[in-house]
């Protein structure tokens, strides 16, 4: 029976939270397929306002869109450049439209990294014979970080050794003692757990990055005389 948008929804954040628990009790991303899987899956089915492939294992695809494509979606948890996407080369004659995802592991977010046709997929992958499988380097997915001006920083405060600032763009950074850290989630947690702040907010959900990093901002101002 096909799911509702709703009921994708419901999956969808569901399985981020499992997600997100395991992670947590330090299980590694790469022993999470399954899961990155279909959350992969689901959140193809909520953008595309499609259902989920009606068949078990479908080959080809996994997900056929509100206009009727055949979707294949391919979902990772690497944070690096490092890597690459695999596909059953065979069966791509029965997709007519590729979705590459990358969780953010930083942020719990879904971050799309290619959206495109089967040609355009098959111009990026190496091996891409009519058998076999083919291979679309990651680093062919995320570009580069470009050398910018340094984004200035609207909020900061230091504490027992740690240097947390919030940039003009919202985004978190965090240095311990000189030295910045990455991901900084972790060690906003554990500056959070020493000042007895909260990690959930009001509906049980973790804060993310950005949350997390303005609260302990604020929480340390205002200890401040």
């Known amino acids: ?84 996407i695999s596909f059953n080369v065979s069966t791509l004659d029965r997709v007519d439209r590729i979705i590459i995802l990358r969780i ?13 046709s089967v040609d355009k997929a098959r111009e990026l992958m190496r091996c891409a014979n009519d058998e076999g499988s083919g291979r ?10 470009k050398s910018v001006r340094q984004i200035p920083k609207v909020k900061e405060v230091r504490w027992n050794g740690y240097h947390v600032s919030e940039l003009e763009n919202g985004s978190i950074e965090v240095a311990y003692r000189g030295k910045n850290v990455s991901p900084c989630k972790p060690y906003l947690r554990k500056i959070a757990n020493t000042l007895s702040i909260s990690t959930l907010n009001s509906n049980g959900n973790r804060y993310n990055t950005r949350q997390l990093g303005s609260l302990i901002i604020r929480a340390l101002n205002d200890e401040e005389p």
């Open 1 to 84: 029976m096909a799911l509702t948008q709703i009921q994708i929804v419901q999956s969808l954040g569901e399985s981020m939270t499992w997600l997100e628990r395991e992670l947590n009790w330090g299980v590694p991303i790469t022993e999470l397929r399954h899961l990155t899987g279909r959350i992969g899956e689901l959140y193809t089915a909520l953008i595309t306002n499609g259902q989920m492939a009606t068949e078990v294992n479908q080959s080809g695809y996994d997900v056929v869109s509100g206009e009727g494509e055949r979707v294949s979606v391919k979902t990772t948890g690497r944070q690096s450049r490092n890597g690459h």
């Open 104 to 116: 953010n592991l930083e942020e719990m977010q879904i971050e799309t990294l290619f959206d495109g």
């Open 136 to 145: 679309i380097s990651i680093s062919k997915l995320i570009k580069p970080r």
